[in-house]
């Protein structure tokens, strides 16, 4: 389980499906004040359109998530580096690497992570790390 809201700095996962990718960038865009002092991981062309978007941020792109990005960011849950894992998907498009996305949630679930899957859902959790 993660425990860095002791004013630590932020670290949070980002990852989109391809249909999500400008929700996930516009989401990142209004909330950027607060995560220029967070350390950001994405995976590989969801973080390229974040740095594009955001180059004052503090990102660090992972691979690609079907060439092994969604098992970094995996490997990161695990080893207790992240404080969030905001994975906007896209519930109406088919997922060819779905057991990714699976394996994902269950990391989360299982190490007691905050998962959020939509913007609303990102600013909550946001806003509730901020305020610790």
């Known amino acids: 389980m993660s425990n860095n809201l002791s004013g630590d700095t932020l670290r949070v996962a980002l990852v989109a499906h391809d249909q999500k990718k400008d929700a996930l960038v516009a989401w990142v865009e209004t909330n950027a004040e607060h995560l220029e002092s967070a350390q950001l991981y994405a995976t590989g062309t969801t973080g390229s359109r974040i740095n594009d978007a955001l180059p004052v941020l503090n990102i660090h792109c992972l691979k ?69």
């Open 64 to 132: 690609s998530g079907p060439l092994g990005g969604d098992q970094q960011i995996g490997a990161l849950i695990c080893e207790g580096k992240l404080d969030a894992l905001f994975f906007f998907i896209d519930p109406m498009s088919p997922m060819p690497h779905d057991v990714d996305v699976k394996a994902l949630s269950r990391l989360a679930i299982v190490y007691d992570l905050p998962f959020a899957n939509s913007q609303s859902t990102a600013t909550y959790v946001l806003k509730g790390l901020l305020n610790g």
